[in-house]
């Protein structure tokens, strides 16, 4: 079984990321490879993680164009690699129908609640404000609409009493880790 390719969009931190990255180097992941890594912003922590690591980095910040000429350019970028996988860390950017159209059931996307619940932003905002008891995050297939594509894997958490927004964000960023790791084993383990 040959390795999964895979390329990573991120925004932010890239905690995530580095999550996968450490699996793959200790062989928790050993069916898949880390080819580049996107992001659009161009001092998102992410890009340190990667160039540690000797992944390749892209910075593809938006210019004053279209959505759907941005998605045309980081498509055009990301095609080079010919991904098997498209793996979205916290990529705060939604991506247009003919970009997800192109890699149709390769991009894969967390989302910290247990969807259909609470998708959007402030995911745990939303979960407390409901009374949930209790919330958890979502590996999906990206599909055109926000937060709505097939499940792959699912992990829940408990809200406890005094959690806020914050704490619950802390509390459940492992168990995001381990549910993209999960659910990438499963992926990547598929001829």
């Known amino acids: 079984m040959g390795l999964k390719r895979l390329v990573v969009l991120a925004s932010g931190r890239g905690t995530t990321f580095k999550a996968i990255l450490d699996a793959i180097e200790k062989n928790e992941l050993p069916n898949a490879q880390i080819l580049a890594l996107f992001t659009d912003k161009p001092d998102a922590p992410a ?93 999906h297939y990206v599909t055109a609409k926000m937060d709505d594509g097939p499940i792959i894997a699912q992990s829940s958490l408990n809200i406890l009493p005094d959690d806020t927004e914050a704490t619950l964000s802390t509390r459940l960023l492992p168990i995001e880790h381990a549910t993209y790791l999960k659910a990438l084993k499963i992926l990547c383990s598929k001829d």
């Open 47 to 139: 890009l340190a993680i990667a160039k540690h690591a000797g992944v390749p980095t892209h910075v593809m910040a938006p210019k004053k164009e279209s959505r759907e000429s941005y998605d045309l350019r980081l498509k055009n970028e990301i095609h080079k690699y010919q991904p098997d996988f498209i793996v979205l860390t916290g990529f705060m950017r939604l991506l247009s129908e003919g970009f997800v159209d192109s890699f149709s059931g390769k991009i894969l996307n967390i989302h910290p609640s247990l969807l259909p619940n609470f998708p959007g932003m402030h995911a745990q905002r939303q979960a407390l404000k409901a009374g949930a008891k209790v919330t958890g995050c979502t590996v």
